[in-house]
C-alpha cells in the first residue's frame, strides 16, 4: 500500500478552487492554471510576472509566459467570470481599477468560502495509534450520472467545445460508449447554462430509460417546459415564445418500438433556425446516422445535420492521475505510485472503470485500518 500522509493546507485551498470555484464559475483550463498560480494558498497573491515566471506554460502550452498575457486573462476571470449576476453571487470588486488591491480584496472574497468548505467536509477520526483517514470512500458514484458539481471532474475542453456550438445557434451530440461519462457531461452542461450561453435558454434533461415511446416523449417535455400536451404545429405554436436548452439522454433508446422518425423530424424543425425555440444537447452511443435507419444519404437524417459531434474520449494520463489526487485530496490516504500506474493501466483512462478500481483501491485501505 502507498503512504498514508496528512494533507497539505495548499492541496486543500487548491482542491476547494477546483471544485468548489472553477466548476461553479465556469473558468476555462487556461483561466483555471492561472488563478491556481495566482492564488497558491489561503494567505498569498502573486504577482502577475510571479505566475508568468512560474513555468505552468510547460503544462499548458497555450499559456503564454508573459505578464501581459496573464494580467489580460485576470481581466476577463474578474469581469466576465466572477462578476455579479442576476441570481449568483459574484465579485464586488471585479470593475475595481488597481490590481493589487483587487487581488487583495478577491483573495479576501473567497476566504470565507474556503472556511465555510472546509467546515463542510466529512469529519476525520482516529483509529488507535493509526493515522487518521475519512471514512467514506470517496470514489463515487461508482455506477451512473455524476449530477453533484462538486464531484464532477474535467471534461473543461469538451464543455467549452459544447458551448462554443450551442453559442453559435448549433445544437451538439455528445458519442461516446457506456460509462465514458456523458451522462455527467450532459448535466454539468444543463448546470452550466446559465452562466455559459450568450442567450438564456431554460435547460431540460430528460432521460430516455424512463421514456416509453412518442407519447411519452411529448408527455414529458411539454410538462418540463410547463405548456399543455401538445403535438406538430400545435406544440411549435406553444413553445414559440420559450427559449430551451433540451439535454436528451440516452437518445439510443428512440430506436425502441414506440418511437418513429416522426419525432426527430418534430425536434428538427424546434432547433432549427438562429430563433428556433429550442437548442438540442443530446447523449449518443453511436453516431446518430447509424442510430437512426434514415437513408444513406446525411442529409435524410433528421437530427444528424443539425447535431455537430462532439466525440467523448477516454482521459488522457494528466487528466486521470490528477482526477485520483482531486479525490484523494478529501481524505488523508495516498495511494502509491505504483498502485496509480496500475490503475491508469487497468481502466485505459475510462471514467467509469477508473472510479471503480480506485474505489476497490480505497477499500483496500479501510480493511488495513481495521
Given at each position: ?73 485576470m481581466w476577463t476571470i474578474y469581469n466576465k467570470r466572477f462578476c455579479p449576476q442576476e441570481n449568483r453571487e459574484g465579485f464586488s470588486g471585479c470593475n475595481d481599477r488597481s490590481s493589487s488591491v483587487k487581488d487583495t480584496a478577491f483573495l479576501d472574497w473567497l476566504k470565507p468560502k474556503y472556511l465555510k468548505w472546509l467546515s463542510s467536509q466529512r469529519s476525520v477520526v482516529s483509529i488507535g495509534d493509526r493515522t487518521p483517514v475519512i471514512s467514506d470512500n470517496p470514489f463515487i458514484p461508482q455506477t451512473g450520472r455524476v449530477d453533484d458539481p462538486q464531484l464532477f471532474f474535467g471534461r473543461e475542453g469538451e464543455m467549452r467545445r459544447v458551448f462554443e456550438v450551442l453559442n453559435s445557434n448549433d445544437s ?199
Amino acid at each position: 500500500m502507498g503512504e498514508v500522509g496528512v494533507t497539505g493546507t495548499v492541496n486543500l485551498w487548491q482542491n476547494f478552487l477546483r471544485l468548489e470555484i472553477v466548476t461553479f464559475y465556469g473558468l476555462s483550463r487556461t483561466e483555471t492554471a492561472i488563478l491556481l498560480a495566482k492564488f497558491p494558498d489561503e494567505k498569498t497573491v502573486k504577482s502577475n510576472k510571479e505566475v508568468a515566471d512560474g513555468g505552468i506554460a510547460e503544462e499548458n502550452s497555450d499559456i503564454l509566459i508573459d505578464p501581459e498575457n496573464v494580467r489580460r486573462q485576470m481581466w476577463t476571470i474578474y469581469n466576465k467570470r466572477f462578476c455579479p449576476q442576476e441570481n449568483r453571487e459574484g465579485f464586488s470588486g471585479c470593475n475595481d481599477r488597481s490590481s493589487s488591491v483587487k487581488d487583495t480584496a478577491f483573495l479576501d472574497w473567497l476566504k470565507p468560502k474556503y472556511l465555510k468548505w472546509l467546515s463542510s467536509q466529512r469529519s476525520v477520526v482516529s483509529i488507535g495509534d493509526r493515522t487518521p483517514v475519512i471514512s467514506d470512500n470517496p470514489f463515487i458514484p461508482q455506477t451512473g450520472r455524476v449530477d453533484d458539481p462538486q464531484l464532477f471532474f474535467g471534461r473543461e475542453g469538451e464543455m467549452r467545445r459544447v458551448f462554443e456550438v450551442l453559442n453559435s445557434n448549433d445544437s451538439v451530440v455528445l458519442i461516446g460508449e457506456e460509462g465514458i461519462g456523458k451522462s455527467s457531461l450532459l448535466s454539468a452542461i444543463c448546470q452550466q447554462a446559465k452562466n455559459l450561453l450568450f442567450s438564456p435558454r431554460k435547460p431540460i434533461y430528460l432521460d430516455l430509460n424512463r421514456v416509453r415511446d412518442n407519447d411519452d416523449f411529448y408527455t414529458a417535455l411539454c410538462e418540463e417546459v410547463g405548456i399543455p400536451k401538445s403535438y406538430g404545429n400545435m406544440l411549435y405554436r406553444n413553445l414559440k415564445n420559450h427559449r430551451v436548452l433540451l439535454a436528451i439522454d440516452n437518445i439510443e433508446k428512440m430506436t425502441r418500438e414506440g418511437f418513429t422518425r416522426e419525432v426527430r423530424d418534430i425536434l428538427r424543425s424546434l432547433a432549427e433556425g438562429q430563433k428556433a425555440p429550442v437548442k438540442l444537447i443530446v447523449a449518443a452511443s453511436a453516431p446518430l446516422k447509424t442510430l437512426f435507419n434514415d437513408g444513406q444519404d446525411i442529409s435524410s437524417s433528421p437530427l444528424e445535420t443539425i447535431c455537430q459531434p462532439e466525440n467523448i474520449k477516454p482521459w488522457d494520463e494528466t487528466t486521470a492521475r490528477d482526477f485520483i489526487q482531486a479525490r484523494l485530496a478529501r481524505t488523508l490516504v495516498r495511494f502509491s505510485e505504483e498502485e496509480i500506474s496500475q490503475l491508469l493501466q487497468l481502466s485505459g483512462g475510462h471514467p467509469r472503470r477508473l472510479m471503480q478500481l480506485c474505489y476497490q483501491n480505497y477499500a483496500r485501505y479501510m480493511e488495513d485500518v481495521k
